[in-house]
């Protein structure tokens, strides 16, 4: 059984801690508030949401807790870090520029105690930012953390509108990021509607191609595959299927000596010969049992 917790955004790392949901909480989503972190240090947060099952139950900080609820002292002193970010995200760009890393820095984060502070940034490649700790610490007079993350990551916490004009699944109520692959674009025949439309704001494959993936992979068992040769019941001909329309369940059949025609596929009489999917290889025939050897008789 999955264990229930509460999320909580840190505003030092931006990310979300998950912590045993009490029954007793009196924490709501929205709630300000200030807990204790992986590092058993005061941390600010906001509570993304309670009482749901853990995403991954081996990060689940059992040791922390929520202290109490942010006051508006605890507010003022979260306040004044935002314009120290932006100066140091600042800074940090100049760094980097001077350092020529290739690196693109986006966010900056104080912890509640003003000692620590975190950079995030993206970039195609690993990068050795050992020289720009060292010079942003000496600086800034802060202990310095560099975290990478991907575009996924990056999109899920600056948030937006997706391509269907809603604010994006990954920032709103989407908890981990599953992995999307070209097979999932396959299974739902959109290869044909180019990368553009197939890309969610992070640039890559939208999250929500999983979300019909499963209901396509059956629907799919019922539809012979573009290429197959098949039988019709009216008119009983032959013909080859060029177009496939997996939600209605129909296929468009090219007949020799007529034009296309849109048929359901309750209408197949047979599959008379089946198009093998991608890379499967033709079957093989059995092989007849050879006679042993005979065996060798010297001379």
């Known amino acids: 059984m999955a264990t229930k917790v509460i999320g909580i955004e840190s505003g030092y790392s931006a990310s979300v801690a998950e912590i045993p949901f009490n029954e007793g909480s009196i924490f709501v989503v929205g709630d300000e508030v200030i807990f204790k972190d992986a590092e058993d240090k005061e941390e600010y947060g906001v509570v993304k949401y309670s009482n749901r099952d853990a995403l991954e139950e081996d990060k689940i900080l059992f040791t922390s807790k929520i202290l109490r609820k942010a006051t508006a002292n605890d507010i003022q002193k979260v306040d004044s870090h935002i314009e120290l970010s932006r100066a140091a995200i600042k800074k940090c760009k100049e760094v980097v520029e001077k350092l020529g890393l290739m690196m693109n820095v986006f966010r900056a984060g104080y912890s509640f105690d003003g000692n620590r502070l975190q950079f995030m940034f993206t970039s195609d490649d690993r990068v050795d930012f050992r020289d720009l700790v060292k010079e942003l610490a000496k600086t800034l007079q802060k202990q310095i953390n560099?975290?990478?993350?991907?575009?996924?990551?990056?999109?899920?916490?600056?948030?937006?509108?997706?391509?269907?004009?809603?604010?994006?699944?990954?920032?709103?109520?989407?908890?981990?990021?599953?992995?999307?692959?070209?097979?999932?674009?396959?299974?739902?025949?959109?290869?044909?509607?180019?990368?553009?439309?197939?890309?969610?704001?992070?640039?890559?494959?939208?999250?929500?191609?999983?979300?019909?993936?499963?209901?396509?992979?059956?629907?799919?068992?019922?539809?012979?595959?573009?290429?197959?040769?098949?039988?019709?019941?009216?008119?009983?001909?032959?013909?080859?299927?060029?177009?496939?329309?997996?939600?209605?369940?129909?296929?468009?059949?090219?007949?020799?000596?007529?034009?296309?025609?849109?048929?359901?596929?309750?209408?197949?009489?047979?599959?008379?010969?089946?198009?093998?999917?991608?890379?499967?290889?033709?079957?093989?025939?059995?092989?007849?049992?050879?006679?042993?050897?005979?065996?060798?008789?010297?001379?």
């Not at 699944?169 to 999307?180: A, F, N, Q, R, V």
């Not at 596929?265 to 049992?289: C, Q, S, T």
Request: aromatic share 4%; hydrophobic share 35%.
């Open 146 to 299: 560099l975290r990478q993350i991907g575009p996924r990551d990056r999109a899920k916490m600056i948030g937006g509108y997706g391509k269907c004009g809603r604010p994006l699944c990954c920032s709103t109520w989407l908890g981990k990021l599953e992995s999307i692959n070209m097979e999932m674009v396959r299974m739902q025949a959109l290869e044909s509607k180019g990368s553009s439309k197939l890309s969610g704001a992070c640039g890559k494959l939208l999250c929500c191609l999983k979300y019909e993936v499963e209901a396509y992979r059956d629907l799919r068992k019922t539809v012979p595959r573009i290429g197959s040769l098949v039988k019709l019941k009216k008119p009983a001909v032959e013909g080859t299927i060029i177009a496939v329309d997996i939600l209605n369940q129909k296929v468009k059949v090219l007949i020799v000596g007529s034009e296309p025609q849109v048929v359901s596929v309750a209408d197949i009489e047979k599959v008379l010969k089946e198009k093998r999917a991608y890379g499967e290889r033709e079957p093989r025939e059995p092989r007849e049992p050879r006679e042993p050897a005979a065996p060798a008789v010297a001379s």
